[in-house]
């Protein structure tokens, strides 16, 4: 029975960050919302949502270049 190491890194690595982002907005909102208040827990959500706006710009970015390196190396 062999293993693919590799794949179960990228699949651990991609659940530590969907977790991560999910307390950051879970916990770090959910505050900002008993302490400060809906239109504050709104705001914070508005700024995490842009905050988060480049990377994900960046994965896309480097999604479609690994499409385009792959496409290539097939021909």
Same mark, same amino acid.
């Given at each position: 029975m +062999? &293993? $693919?190491? &590799?794949e ?5 690595t991609? &659940?530590? @960050? *969907?977790?991560g982002?999910? =307390?950051l907005?879970? *916990? /770090? $909102? /959910? !505050? *900002?919302?008993?302490i400060?208040g809906? +239109?504050a827990?709104?705001? /914070? !959500? @508005?700024?995490? /949502? *842009?905050g =988060? =706006?480049p990377l994900?710009?960046i994965? !896309? ?7 385009i390196?792959?496409?290539?190396? &097939?021909?």
């Amino acid at each position: 029975m +062999s &293993r $693919d190491l &590799r794949e179960y890194a990228r699949q651990t690595t991609f &659940r530590l @960050i *969907i977790g991560g982002i999910l =307390l950051l907005f879970l *916990i /770090g $909102d /959910g !505050l *900002i919302y008993l302490i400060y208040g809906p +239109s504050a827990a709104l705001s /914070g !959500l @508005i700024c995490l /949502g *842009i905050g =988060l =706006l480049p990377l994900l710009l960046i994965l !896309l970015a480097l999604a479609i270049i690994d499409w385009i390196v792959k496409r290539a190396n &097939r021909e």
